[in-house]
């Protein structure tokens, strides 16, 4: 069920929404108007939009309610905080960060391809989140033609926050096997494929990190970073903590 037939009702000429108002205050709108509203503002000024909530039930609740109003290419996107708090000398969740990642991958490589509706909590944006500059820095594209040794591409790998392992079937982690590359990357491309003749790339496909069978062939992806913070600095982080 979707209910995005009801969002021009909002864009009536005297509505803020209509007038291109950046900051609609949201706590003066009943609970129930406010995914509409939201949704209405997504779609009126076609730029990402932040929604800040105090607990997790309620993003839980806003993001069910929210898909009802935004296009289903378009859901809202969640996002999560760390289970580790910020004082936590905890190990970080893969998963959570390779998704984390593909979030800063749409804003920061495809800005206004759609809007992006992201719902979190004031906890999740207390952990650190790289820069767009440094984000960008990590970002690997690789195509068919190009010359670079398989060799130079895992260091970049590794470099960016890669985790080598001999079977590549969870997020972040690479694996090499004679000629040919495996990536488990952020974002859409997730499973790539590349093979290499001599210092060449010779074919990219994605592939499948459950059945490990490759699907299509590619002429190009980008393999984003897999980490949302900046590994820059770890020596000297490492350094302070020991």
């Given at each position: 069920?979707?209910?995005?037939?009801?969002?021009?009702?909002?864009?009536?000429?005297?509505?803020?929404?209509?007038?291109?108002?950046?900051?609609?205050?949201?706590?003066?709108?009943?609970?129930?108007?406010?995914?509409?509203?939201?949704?209405?503002?997504?779609?009126?000024?076609?730029?990402?939009?932040?929604?800040?909530?105090?607990?997790?039930?309620?993003?839980?609740?806003?993001?069910?309610?929210?898909?009802?109003?935004?296009?289903?290419?378009?859901?809202?996107?969640?996002?999560?905080?760390?289970?580790?708090?910020?004082?936590?000398?905890l190990p970080h969740d893969a998963a959570l960060s390779a998704r984390r990642s593909a979030i800063l991958g749409a804003?920061?490589?495809?800005?206004?391809?759609?809007?992006?509706?992201?719902?979190?909590?004031?906890?999740?944006?207390?952990?650190?989140?790289?820069?767009?500059?440094?984000?960008?820095?990590?970002?690997?594209?690789?195509?068919?033609?190009?010359?670079?040794?398989?060799?130079?591409?895992?260091?970049?790998?590794?470099?960016?926050?890669?985790?080598?392992?001999?079977?590549?079937?969870?997020?972040?982690?690479?694996?090499?096997?004679?000629?040919?590359?495996?990536?488990?990357?952020?974002?859409?491309?997730?499973?790539?494929?590349?093979?290499?003749?001599?210092?060449?790339?010779?074919?990219?496909?994605?592939?499948?990190?459950?059945?490990?069978?490759?699907?299509?062939?590619?002429?190009?992806?980008?393999?984003?970073?897999?980490?949302?913070?900046?590994?820059?600095?770890?020596?000297?982080?490492?350094?302070?903590?020991?």
């Amino acid at each position: 069920m979707t209910l995005t037939h009801l969002l021009p009702l909002l864009d009536a000429p005297d509505a803020a929404i209509a007038r291109g108002e950046r900051h609609i205050r949201t706590a003066d709108l009943p609970s129930a108007a406010r995914p509409a509203v939201i949704a209405a503002m997504a779609a009126r000024l076609g730029v990402p939009i932040l929604v800040v909530t105090a607990r997790q039930e309620t993003a839980d609740m806003l993001g069910t309610a929210l898909a009802l109003f935004l296009p289903p290419a378009s859901p809202p996107v969640p996002w999560s905080a760390p289970d580790p708090l910020p004082y936590e000398q905890l190990p970080h969740d893969a998963a959570l960060s390779a998704r984390r990642s593909a979030i800063l991958g749409a804003l920061v490589e495809q800005p206004g391809v759609s809007p992006l509706v992201i719902v979190a909590t004031v906890r999740a944006l207390m952990a650190t989140v790289r820069r767009p500059a440094s984000y960008r820095n990590d970002v690997i594209r690789v195509e068919v033609g190009q010359r670079r040794s398989d060799a130079a591409l895992v260091r970049d790998l590794v470099a960016a926050g890669y985790r080598v392992e001999p079977l590549v079937d969870g997020p972040c982690t690479v694996s090499r096997r004679g000629g040919i590359i495996d990536v488990y990357t952020p974002g859409p491309d997730e499973g790539v494929r590349i093979e290499f003749f001599g210092d060449e790339i010779d074919s990219i496909r994605r592939f499948d990190p459950v059945t490990q069978r490759s699907i299509e062939r590619v002429r190009a992806a980008t393999l984003l970073p897999p980490l949302e913070f900046d590994l820059t600095a770890r020596d000297d982080a490492v350094a302070r903590l020991t």
